[in-house]
């Protein structure tokens, strides 16, 4: 399959699952969730979707689990909404490149904190 469709069919997942999660998926579980990308598989058979939580690490594990449980009502409403002849299987993951920057960020500042001392 083309990956220029695999691509835009990665991005209309997002899109919609995006708007999904933060308008008809009622979870008390779920925290403050952004989807920051989804990958698709060539044959459109998985999608991985990363995500960003913000809260703690307990926060984190409970808003995956309720996204693990709500799987079925987040692919059938996808489904829907885009036209596939088969939905990809979703799989959900942390998306750590927002932390690892703010963590560069962090020791950036450090260094230029340290030199206007000097």
Excluded: C, W
């Amino acid at each position: 399959m083309s990956r220029i469709r695999v691509h835009r069919v990665g991005e209309q997942i997002k899109k919609e699952l995006s708007l999904l999660l933060q308008n008809e998926f009622k979870d008390p579980r779920l925290g403050f969730i952004t989807v920051t990308g989804v990958e698709a598989t060539n044959d459109l058979s998985q999608a991985t979707v990363y995500l960003s939580v913000l809260g703690s690490d307990e926060q984190k594990a409970e808003s995956l689990e309720a996204l693990a449980r709500g799987k079925g009502f987040l692919r059938s409403e996808l489904g829907r909404r885009i036209r596939l002849r088969h939905v990809p299987e979703l799989i959900f993951k942390f998306d750590t490149s927002v932390d690892y920057g703010s963590r560069i960020e962090q020791l950036l500042r450090q260094l230029n904190d340290g030199e206007g001392r000097a």
